[in-house]
């Protein structure tokens, strides 16, 4: 079935790194994809999303590319900001269906 | 602006006991959905409501029922709860019929539940 795959956290980066989130689907067809944040105490949010091949979502400085060769749309983020500590999750949509399929989520934490 | 509003917050139970976590959206969205959250796991679909009037199975739907009891609220039951229900449960709702997974899911803040 459809699937979503994210690499384990926590991530622990310092102030102004580089940040790449990594996600793998599987899907039979051709889905759309989200990044969701989830910060401490709160529901999820929407960050960005792609809905067809080489697109690119990007919001607050974040960017995905939907890359259907590799079933690919790793999160990346040049310069990280204290404020960026959450839980990141990778989705993805089938047109076909009202589900929207989460991976496990990742933890980013920004140290000063 | 309200958006997704659950209730309650924070509840705790007996193993056996029974409760209803409320949903309610003033977005007019069509379709809703109950998740469950926990550690290692993601979130979970347990039931969905794509539109009012209608109901479906998630992935996790052993032990819980659903009302969508009018446009605006989707409730979640537990008839007789067990410890594995301890979980942090999400409502979310989302705009359309048409293209339903490109439209964005709005979130509530969460109901974190115990069973003792």
């Known amino acids: 079935g459809d699937s979503v795959t994210q690499m384990e956290g926590p991530v622990t980066l310092s102030e102004e790194a580089f940040l790449t989130i990594n996600c793998t689907y599987t899907a039979t067809g051709y889905p759309s994809l989200f990044w969701y944040v989830q910060y401490p105490g709160e529901g999820l949010q929407l960050l960005l999303k792609?809905?067809?091949?080489?697109d690119k979502g990007s919001n607050k400085g974040f960017e995905a590319t939907y890359r259907k060769e590799t079933t690919s749309f790793h999160l990346e983020k040049g310069s990280v900001q204290v404020s960026d500590s959450a839980v990141y999750f990778c989705?993805?949509?089938?047109?076909?269906?009202?589900?929207?399929?989460f991976g496990s989520g990742t933890r980013l934490l920004v140290r000063p | 602006n309200a958006g997704v509003t659950q209730t309650p917050k924070f509840q705790v139970l007996k193993t056996g006991q029974s409760m209803t976590l409320q949903c309610a959206q003033d977005?007019?969205?069509?379709?809703m959905y109950w998740y469950r959250q926990d550690p290692g796991m993601g979130l979970r679909l347990i039931y969905y409501s794509a539109s009012e009037g209608t109901t479906d199975k998630g992935e996790v739907p052993n032990g819980y029922n659903v009302s969508r009891l009018n446009k605006r609220e989707f409730s979640l039951r537990l008839e007789s709860a067990a410890p594995s229900q301890t979980s942090v449960y999400f409502c979310?709702?989302?705009?359309?019929?048409?293209?339903?997974?490109?439209?964005?899911?709005?979130f509530g803040e969460g109901s974190r539940l115990t069973v003792l």
């Open positions: 792609a809905t067809k091949a080489d």
């Open positions: 977005m007019n969205h069509n379709s």
């Open positions: 979310a709702s989302r705009p359309g019929t048409v293209s339903p997974n490109t439209g964005e899911l709005f």
């Open positions: 989705a993805l949509g089938m047109d076909s269906s009202y589900k929207l399929i």
